[in-house]
């Protein structure tokens, strides 16, 4: 399973991006999804993460700012990112998790560099 995350780059505060991470199709359908950042010398962290029956969570310094979706039937998700911040600046990874004990995985994309100017 490959995923491929694509989207980032570089924007002014206050800006916004759309982070497109493509898939296997049928993989979504079983899987949590999340997108995860991290910046020059910190631990990587949660973003925003979609599970099943639509249920989102995300970090506090995104709420109101950040939405996650998907396309399941495409192989498909996104990060919408909008009013942008400095502190946003990282690299952008997305993962897609199954925890059942037997048949789990774990997959990551390639991460795409956003990078915010004040």
């Known amino acids: 399973v490959q995923l491929q995350a694509s989207g980032g780059g570089l924007v002014q505060a206050g800006g916004s991006l759309r982070l497109s991470c493509t898939t296997t199709?049928?993989?979504?359908?079983?899987?949590?999804m999340g997108w995860y950042r991290q910046a020059p010398g910190k631990q990587r962290e949660m973003v925003a993460e979609?599970?099943?029956?639509?249920?989102?969570t995300y970090a506090d310094s995104v709420k109101g700012r950040f939405t996650i979706s998907e396309e399941r039937a495409k192989g498909l998700m996104y990060l919408q990112m909008t009013a942008l911040k400095p502190e946003d600046t990282a690299i952008y990874s997305c993962?897609?998790?199954?925890?059942?004990?037997?048949?789990?995985?774990?997959?990551w994309g390639q991460g795409t560099q956003v990078t915010v100017s004040s």
């Open positions: 199709r049928n993989i979504l359908s079983f899987s949590i």
């Open positions: 993962n897609v998790v199954n925890r059942d004990p037997i048949v789990g995985y774990n997959y």
């Open positions: 979609l599970r099943f029956g639509g249920k989102t």
